[in-house]
């Protein structure tokens, strides 16, 4: 079985760490530093449950840090996460999302199901991964 038929979701990371978009920046880095992340999915909470909105990552507070003369630690992170979100389902094949992720220049998707609510992260260490897993899938 190659990268073009094997679903993001057999690879996935199913944890997901959430924040909502007026926690403030230094809290999310206390969340990153806490769970050994790189990421942290941004949610909006409604009666039907968080909704995911966008993601912030190292390089988004990076980005922060190096473009600020002054950079505020207490910023909200609606401010500073990338949006809108990019989200692939459950049987996106790893090739398709290596290529979202190539073509978007980005590190992470979020993996929802039919219904868009988040089921996992599929990140570059999860790619890594999966194709150091099977020898029929380089």
Same mark, same amino acid.
């Given at each position: 079985?190659?990268?073009?038929?094997?679903?993001?979701?057999?690879?996935?990371?199913?944890?997901?760490?959430?924040?909502?978009?007026?926690?403030?920046?230094?809290?999310?880095?206390?969340?990153?530093?806490?769970?050994?992340?790189?990421?942290?999915?941004?949610?909006? %909470?409604?009666?039907?449950?968080?909704?995911?909105?966008?993601?912030?990552?190292? +390089?988004?507070?990076?980005?922060?840090?190096?473009?600020?003369?002054?950079?505020?630690?207490?910023?909200?992170?609606?401010?500073?996460?990338?949006?809108?979100?990019?989200?692939?389902?459950?049987?996106?094949?790893?090739?398709?999302?290596?290529?979202?992720?190539?073509? +978007?220049?980005? +590190? %992470?998707?979020?993996?929802?199901?039919?219904? %868009?609510?988040?089921?996992?992260?599929?990140?570059?260490?999860?790619?890594?991964?999966?194709?150091?897993?099977?020898?029929?899938?380089?």
């Amino acid at each position: 079985m190659g990268i073009d038929s094997v679903p993001v979701s057999s690879f996935m990371t199913t944890e997901l760490i959430t924040a909502t978009e007026d926690q403030t920046i230094q809290q999310i880095c206390k969340m990153m530093s806490d769970h050994d992340i790189g990421s942290v999915v941004v949610v909006k %909470r409604s009666v039907d449950g968080n909704n995911p909105i966008g993601i912030i990552t190292e +390089r988004d507070i990076v980005n922060q840090i190096g473009s600020s003369d002054v950079f505020l630690v207490q910023k909200p992170i609606r401010e500073v996460m990338s949006y809108p979100l990019v989200t692939v389902n459950l049987t996106t094949s790893i090739k398709e999302a290596v290529q979202i992720m190539q073509s +978007r220049n980005i +590190r %992470r998707l979020l993996v929802v199901d039919k219904d %868009r609510k988040a089921q996992g992260i599929l990140t570059q260490k999860d790619v890594f991964k999966a194709l150091s897993t099977s020898d029929n899938l380089l």
